[in-house]
């Protein structure tokens, strides 16, 4: 079909509009020399005012792809990242294994160094032009992407970004990889692209109805049915589905390492974060969408319990070594398979009686779990250094005195979840299960983009903070206006190191003598680093003082739309 392609100044520009088109909202970028088209499109597009996405200016590759990360597990929409040919992909590719794990869908684009040498518009022009090409660019990143491609014309733009978009956006969803020459993007009378897209995601999986049936059949006859979810809630509509199944059927949930609120914390089915303390007893488990149900070197079911492995890639494919059994297995999103199992589990019927057993022992073991809690919570705050489930409990006291009902909070591992109240859909957010460090706080910055009118609090140990390059996340944030609260739970170390040289040697020289490569002293002063970039910063020290210093940085935020961190010395 013949298109007027004179009011389009480059293949960039295209590209951009096409971004827009297709839904995607921003379009983050750390830029270089392969970025003078981009620049020109942008500003065509300010001058005229064509649509195109929301450009974030980003001072670090990590950010960019964290934000990214951060707008779309709040609104489930893909967006678009871009960085500076091989030297910024390999700044990103932390964080996209972290998308990659977590199924974020995100378009992730790079310059690639010039083609020619000269003769071309966009040919080399600088020296290391020739030293940033790759034989195979896409290569360093393959593995963690869905797909990959190098745009070798400007009149494929449209058919390779719908594609791309389509893959991205297809369950189980992912990163996908675009690189772009430079002479490419230069390109003029390239078509601007139609109003619909080329090529769309399928529908997601619904369950099988055999399948469903089945489970239905297994967990109706279970004395003691289990489920465990660690992302259940990646779609929040999922919720209010799992909170009713296991309100009737008192079926108790584990919420497993979650990266996401699956079930309330005050649900009488909420089962806690554990499954060790429940496999004993269990005879029929759901693993709902859950890499890692259980660790079994500590602890497994028994030999002949069914389970029943449900997500929209129930086998985890792409995990080369995943052996937890699964009798049966149901590619499904959550949501599907929670409805269509609440059906069958209607038409199967269950034996009230045991519903009304386990319901009783359900709440009788969430009674001596929350006791537990709140010892260890006391514990917590009378010990020196304060405990991290005072700091987790302070928090949500806090959050609950501001009467910020629905603030977000993004956690890369010192939240203590269940000492924090976690009761809302889309209000909790923890990181990937590959665990790539840095994500935290640039999720946070994406988060309160994605959500401008609510408070966002980003829980970092001081390792995983120093990870996330936060003079650059502050300097995006003062760019941006994406007022988060910091807060760092300081324990002077890499504590996840510390725990696992003792877990395995408990007898060593490193237990007895100290362990190397764990302690971070002197520490820096994280408050003041903040306070250099314009925002409200504390370092706390006693128990007693953490409350008042918490008000006082979610009033700096809320109220002067200031950046606040709090570093808070704790064990």
Known sequence: ?????????????????????????????????????????????????????????????????????????????????????????????????????????????????????????????????????????????????????????????????DRALAIARSEPKGPVYLSLPREVLAEAGVAPGSAAALQNPPAPPSP???????????????????????????????????????????????????????????????????????????????????DVPWIPEAKSPAAGVPVIQVGTDPLFARYPARGFRGELSIASTSRRALAALGAALERAGVDPSLVAQRRSRIEAAGAARRAGLEKLIGSARSASPMGMAWVSRALAEAIARAGVGDAIIVNEYSLLAPAANLTLPG??????????????????????????????????????????????????????????????LNNGGYGAVERATRAMYPKGIAASQGIPLVSLDPLPRYDAAIAACGGHGERVVEAEALPAALDRAIRAVREDRRQALLDVACV
């Open 1 to 161: 079909m013949t298109q007027n392609n004179t009011g389009i100044g480059n293949a960039g520009e295209v590209f951009l509009r096409l971004l827009a088109s297709r839904g995607v909202d921003y379009f983050f970028a750390n830029p270089g020399t392969d970025f003078a088209s981009i620049c020109e499109a942008l500003a065509r597009a300010r001058q005229e005012g064509f649509a195109v996405p929301r450009a974030v200016l980003v001072p670090h590759e990590n950010i960019g792809v964290g934000m990214a990360y951060g707008v779309t597990m709040v609104t489930g929409r893909a967006q678009a990242v871009m960085v500076h040919v091989n030297v910024g992909t390999a700044n990103a590719i932390c964080g996209l294994i972290n998308a990659s794990r977590e199924n974020i869908p995100m378009l992730m684009a790079a310059g690639r160094t010039p083609l020619y040498e000269s003769g071309r518009h966009g040919a080399r022009s600088q020296n290391i032009h020739w030293a940033q090409e790759m034989f195979d660019q896409s290569a360093m990143l393959r593995e963690v992407v869905k797909w990959d491609y190098e745009l070798r014309a400007g009149e494929q733009m449209e058919s390779v970004v």
């Open 208 to 290: 099988d109805p055999e399948s469903i049936e089945r489970a239905a059949s297994i967990l109706a006859r279970a004395k003691n049915p289990l489920v465990i979810t660690a992302r259940a809630g990646s779609e929040p509509e999922a919720v209010p589905l799992l909170e009713a199944l296991a309100e009737r059927y008192a079926l108790p949930v584990v919420e497993y390492r979650p990266r996401y609120l699956s079930i309330s914390s005050a649900h009488p089915m909420h089962a806690g974060y554990e499954p060790g303390p429940w496999l004993d007893a269990a005879d029929a488990i759901l693993v709902l969408d859950c």
């Open 427 to 488: 209000s909790y957010f923890g990181s990937s299960p590959v665990g790539g460090l840095g994500w935290g706080l640039p999720a946070a910055l994406g988060a309160k983009l994605a959500a401008p009118e609510r408070l966002v609090i980003a829980t970092l140990g001081d390792g995983s903070y120093s990870f996330a390059n936060p003079l650059a996340c502050y300097h995006a944030a003062a760019m941006h206006d994406t007022p988060v609260l910091t807060l760092v």
